[in-house]
């Protein structure tokens, strides 16, 4: 299910390039090419765009300052558009890719221009096969018809961990390595970095991308429409769970979120909601607050890249618990203790009271590891984790006090929500079928790891 503000999901997909410029596309990058670089970064900056891949970080900002310091330090520049779309509960960049990958690709074009990247790399995940598709045709055909800078635009099919989508460990996969995340970030070490030549990367995301072909078509005042001072435009928000519609869904900023998952998703009887995995739990008390970046984060939780998982009250909180740090500990690469033994521990620890096998001692145990499963981390999953298990301990402390005490076993039904697709028309969900199969080591329990692992070194 769709809804459409006419912004950037178009209420019938676009098919072609010729529809894309009969709808007035193509004008974005036609008023780039005459503004200049500059002058596009300044309209980005009026328009107050910021990131939609999680942290909200302001566009402009980011394009000036990755710019200047590769023209402080005589170095190349690159760009890396984010289209891997891992985080749980989160559909909108595969849906922009499939109903209008040509706005995406425009501002892949504006940007190069901007910032004057030598080239772009679209990092998308190899099992995406139809937003894939869809943009490796729409790529050719606006390579074929001419448009500036998209002959520089490279796609690069990459693996399904979830730290593909960190921004460093995309590199590393761009560059042929599994998905680490670095030490160092794009906007210091970029591309192809050596020690005389750190080739600083913007790395963006999908739908920011997609918000600056439109602001540059029709100009920052007209973004700011919609939106809230702070946080202005719309913002292509995944709602999933226990809700009647589930669907992805293109708001103004600074709605409510109850307008958002009751009066649209159709939630009712709301328990605890997750925006990925990334932030502290959503409770009924928080509903009205503004789906805006700096009211989420006031509000004790964040935005993130717009995706709502649903749990409601027929929920047990230690099933929503231990699907989520179970994927955490999954995912975390394990190149810092802390993450990958800490998200370990709890997650085992979650499955202890769901098997009512738990004593009061677990709990403490969990909330001491929690907050040392940050220490030395090289990347943000385990500041998410800690947010999530932390504020989840707290506001349903008396629930995980009583199911352990009363040593009650729970339903332990709940699927690990990674969305494999959405119907667009009935609303269907379907979830990644093999996840509770994945190990800690990213194999798979019904495939031989050794065989895995040597696809995955393949693949990249
Ligand atoms: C564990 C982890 C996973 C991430 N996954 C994604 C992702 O799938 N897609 C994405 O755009 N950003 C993802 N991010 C955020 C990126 O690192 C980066 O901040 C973002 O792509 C920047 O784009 P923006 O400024 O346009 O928001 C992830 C971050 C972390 C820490
Ligand atoms: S913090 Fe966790 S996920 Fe990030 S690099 Fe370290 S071990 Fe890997």
Known sequence: MRHDTDRLLPSEAVTSLDAHLAAGGGAGLERALELGGDAVIAEIEAAGLRGRGGAGFPTATKWRGVRDTARAGGARLTLVANAAEGEPGTYKDRTLLEVQPYAFLEGVCIALHASGADYAVVGIKEKFTTPLARLTAALQEVVAAGWSHA????????????????????????EGDLPMPRIVKPYEL???????SPNPTIVNNVETLSHAARILANGADWFRQA??????????????????????YEL????????????????????????????AVITPSMLDTPLCFDAMSDAGSGLGSGGFVVYDSSRHIADVLSVLVRFLAVESCGQCNACKLGNTAMSESLQRVQAGEADDIELDTI???VSGVTDQNRCYLPVGSQLLVGSTMQAFAEELTSTVRERRSTPADLPTPLIESIDADTGEVTYDPRYHLKQLDWSYADQDPAAERLRAIRRT
Do not use: C, H
């Open 190 to 196: 970029g591309l192809g970095a050596t020690t005389a």
């Open 151 to 174: 002959d520089r635009i490279r796609i690069v099919p990459g693996p399904d961990e979830y730290l593909f989508g960190e921004e460093s460990a995309m590199l590393e996969v761009i």
């Open 252 to 279: 103004a900023l600074g709605t409510s979120l109850r307008t958002l998952l009751e009066d649209i998703a159709g939630a009712e009887d709301v328990k605890a909601v997750y925006s990925g995995v990334s932030n």
């Open 367 to 369: 909330a001491e590891t």
């Open 227 to 248: 939106g809230t001072q702070a946080s202005p435009g719309t913002m292509v928000f995944t709602v999933v769970g226990d809700v009647a519609n589930p669907g992805v």
